[in-house]
């Protein structure tokens, strides 16, 4: 029996697995179209089917340098949990640092800061990107001042030119560049025993935004399947099929239903009936099947012989239909290869449309994978079928036409000139022919002329009773796809009504939000309404202008922000307020999965620090501060001040005054002096002694906070620390810092604040430090003696408690 008699006695079969109506719109392909004359025969050198590995770890698969990429960088990856660990070095990259390096290095008295790391992949990705953001701004700044001058760098600037572009050591530009650089460093330096660069991933903006995307895309399957992925390699492979049958039901299974479906699965006519042109002979679709699945339902022991066995009569069965058929191997995911043929230009005497339908059999096919996955979202699948298509088509893609449009210096620039080709088959295209096109050559140096063309004959004359009740099915198909991202999304929602455009077809209206929550004790008071609204302003500043903030309010002890999100903003929806189908839709929701479900973090950092900014949340009084000493708006003669920045967008991880005052013992000893004993008196020996003690410490605290207590009416303690930084035989040195960190409360930063204001006159600091000195000198003198209005021996106990009980 040959293959044309197969394919007619299958028919009947068939029927139990599409409906009788279904079925009656392939019946004439199965029964008279001759396998020479459908797609890709020359690709599939006259087989139906073919089966190709499908290494899903292999470092040749995305998914596969994805997982390396962890383990080159000497990460440990909990995928179930998305998250990786590890202990990193963070080393000064700065020249002065370096040199530093190398010191201590050579007198084996190397200091390095160990760092662990433990985060969820995605916030490890956002971090690097906001770092390589910075940093590459910088790199270019150094790049644009020498530009005028004619002067490109070779492996990179030197430190004095850098020193000299970003305006000296002391720039905060020159602090921030190496300050990012050791971060950078610290992040991604690959595990000595990776033996392997820098990653090429991280090395600048746009391939960490390729990665941020891969994972947003990925992290569910990775989750859920990398441990099985890693110990079975081969659980997967991909049978491409052109049987018309095959491509009749692209989306007639569980879990990989599509706007594609036929009616008896619920898809809408206008898109079925492009699946139905696609099986005329015009397409091929390729999908993941269980290797094991496959080789136990063929009886055999590898792939190859696999595919003899599976190239007559249908293969895949579906539980959900009564009956079964051929070999009842189900697929869990598919994607589709659209036929395109290119023609000769002169022969076609520059109308290729009207010359490729009288010669139908004339022009060069190529098999065009599509970008967009069906059923479970195995990474790499797409890949793999685009790698196949460009391997067993080189001959086919070398051939093809080109142009020369643009004039160089070196000459005309080439580039394939794509108004010679036409696309056959369905119209409908989850991404534009032109954009795969691209996809398959995958050459940065090639550029592209031209539209590509589309023969839509076969779909316009198919039954016009394939469309339906359209607004019915839409509705039931935005009803099924809302239901499935709402599942998945945790802090979006999405739905969508369909509607008669009042034309000749319908459309479907968009509704998305987001919700966040905050537990009410963390909030002061509930946002200003006249001010509330410049929260958009904020997420807009940060790229995130498709969220509108709709309502705020208290609900079982949370705050909690509903935030609009409108489509049209959304950057990876086109700019549609309206979905046009289903599969529109889709696409809708995943750019809501994407940009704003899977951004949930980044967008309640921001709202975050609005709000601690404005006063309504707890911990905004270090950010404002910390602003305010970055940007030179709080500055005084008589204390240095830093402020380190946390990992996170506005979060601040410290805030340091320093000051330094200079005591003479003479002073001192002038206020100890007492003829009835024998008193020494301080000196270069017993000096730093008592100005390290801890005796001095609290009551210098108590001594210069109660004034700034009292401004501000808190109670709190800001932490003190002083240093001995030099003695003289006449004098000593002692540094005082004060400081407070991300955690502590707002009041204690008020009191900071108020504190440094307060004394910021040599005079009165000099003379409250002398004055405290001079007390400290005497308690060790007379230990069991405090000075009249300063601290008794209980209430220094009462201090030490508190000093020790607090959290820094």
């Not at 770890?57 to 590890?86: H, I, P, R």
């Not at 006519?269 to 063929?298: F, P, R, S």
């Not at 088959?425 to 032109?434: C, L, P, Q, T, V």
């Amino acid at each position: 029996m040959n293959k044309d008699e197969q394919l007619i006695e299958n028919v009947e079969r068939l029927l139990s697995e599409v409906t009788e109506d279904e079925i009656e719109h392939i019946a004439d392909v199965l029964s008279e179209l001759n396998p020479k004359d459908m797609a890709f025969d020359r690709l599939f050198d006259g087989k139906y089917r073919i089966v190709i590995d499908f290494p899903t770890l292999d470092t040749s698969t995305e998914l596969g340098q994805f997982v390396d990429l962890w383990k080159n960088m000497g990460y440990t990856a909990d995928w179930s949990k998305g998250t990786v660990s590890g202990e990193r070095v963070l080393r000064d990259a700065s020249p002065s640092g370096f040199a530093d390096q190398i010191l201590s290095m050579s007198r084996g008295t190397e200091k390095e800061q160990f760092k662990k790391i433990n985060m969820k992949i995605g916030k490890w990705l956002a971090k690097m990107l906001g770092y390589q953001t910075k940093y590459q701004a910088l790199r270019k700044k150094v790049a644009d001042f020498f530009a005028p001058a004619g002067y490109e760098a070779r492996g990179g600037f030197t430190g004095k030119q850098i020193i000299k572009a970003l305006g000296g050591e002391d720039s905060e530009d020159f602090k921030n560049y190496y300050r990012l650089e050791s971060y950078i460093y610290m992040m991604a330096r690959p595990d000595e025993e990776a033996q392997v660069g820098f990653p090429p991933q991280l090395a600048s903006v746009p391939p960490i935004e390729k990665l941020i995307k891969y994972w947003t895309h990925n992290a569910a399957f990775i989750k859920k399947n990398i441990v099985k992925a890693e110990s079975e390699s081969g659980k997967y492979s991909i049978i491409i099929t052109r049987h018309p049958m095959d491509v009749l039901r692209m989306a007639d299974f569980e879990n990989i239903e599509s706007c594609h479906s036929p009616p008896s699965r619920g898809g809408s006519g206008q898109y079925y009936k492009c699946a139905v042109a696609e099986a005329h002979g015009h397409g091929a679709v390729a999908y993941v099947v269980k290797t094991e699945d496959l080789l136990h339902a063929t009886n055999t022991s590898n792939i190859d012989s696999a595919e003899q066995e599976i190239q007559d009569g249908e293969i895949f069965g579906d539980t959900a239909r009564m009956g079964g058929a051929g070999f009842d191997i189900m697929p869990v995911s598919r994607t589709r290869l659209r036929q395109v043929k290119y023609y000769d230009k002169q022969r076609s005497g520059g109308d290729v449309a009207t010359y490729a339908e009288k010669n139908p059999l004339e022009g060069v096919e190529l098999a065009i994978p599509e970008s967009r996955r069906y059923g479970a979202q195995i990474p790499g699948f797409v890949e793999r079928v685009r790698q196949w298509s460009r391997e067993s088509q080189k001959e086919q893609m070398e051939d093809a036409p080109t142009m020369s449009h643009v004039r160089t210096a070196e000459g005309p620039l080439k580039g394939i000139d794509l108004d010679q080709f036409i696309k056959f088959g369905g119209s409908h295209e989850d991404n534009k022919i032109d954009t795969l096109i691209e996809l398959l050559w995958a050459n940065k140096d090639m550029t592209y002329y031209g539209t590509v063309d589309q023969d839509t004959n076969t779909e316009d004359s198919l039954d016009a009773n394939l469309m339906g009740s359209l607004i019915d099915q839409y509705q039931d198909e935005t009803n099924d796809i809302a239901d499935t991202f709402n599942t998945r999304m945790r802090y979006c929602e999405i739905g969508g009504t369909a509607l008669d455009d009042d034309g000749d077809g319908v459309y479907i209206t968009l509704e998305g939000t987001m919700t966040l929550k905050w537990p009410k004790i963390e909030w002061k008071s509930l946002p200003n309404k006249s001010r509330v609204e410049w929260i958009d302003d904020e997420l807009n500043e940060f790229g995130m202008s498709w969220a509108e903030l709709s309502d705020i309010g208290v609900e079982n002890n949370n705050v909690v922000m509903t935030f609009k999100i409108l489509p049209q903003k959304l950057q990876g929806y086109g700019g549609e307020e309206y979905a046009w189908g289903p599969d529109r839709f889709q696409d809708f929701g995943g750019a809501v999965a994407e940009e704003c479900d899977d951004r949930h973090a980044a967008v309640k950092q921001i709202v975050d620090y609005f709000c601690k900014r404005e006063g309504w949340m707890e911990g905004g009084a270090i950010m404002v501060l910390g602003s305010e000493v970055e940007g030179g708006e709080f500055d005084f003669s008589e204390w240095s001040s830093e402020a380190e920045e946390g990992y996170e967008y506005g979060e601040m991880e410290s805030v340091r005054f320093t000051a330094d005052i200079s005591i003479a013992y003479a002073d001192i000893n002038d206020a100890l002096a007492d003829p009835a004993e024998n008193f020494r008196g301080v000196n270069e020996e017993t000096a730093a002694q008592i100005a390290e003690s801890r005796q001095f410490r609290i009551a210098l605290r108590t001594a210069m906070v109660t004034p700034a207590q009292e401004e501000v009416n808190k109670t709190y303690y800001p932490p003190i620390e002083t240093s001995v930084q030099s003695v003289s035989p006449t004098e000593v040195y002692i540094r005082i810092e004060y400081y407070a960190t991300g955690d502590d409360p707002d009041g204690l930063v008020e009191v900071l604040k108020a504190l440094v204001e307060h004394w910021d006159e040599e005079y009165e600091i000099h003379e409250v430090v002398k004055k405290t000195f001079i007390w400290a000198a005497r308690q060790a003198k007379v230990a069991n003696q405090a000075a009249p209005g300063e601290l008794s021996l209980e209430e220094q106990k009462l201090f030490e408690v508190e000093d020790m009980l607090r959290i820094r």
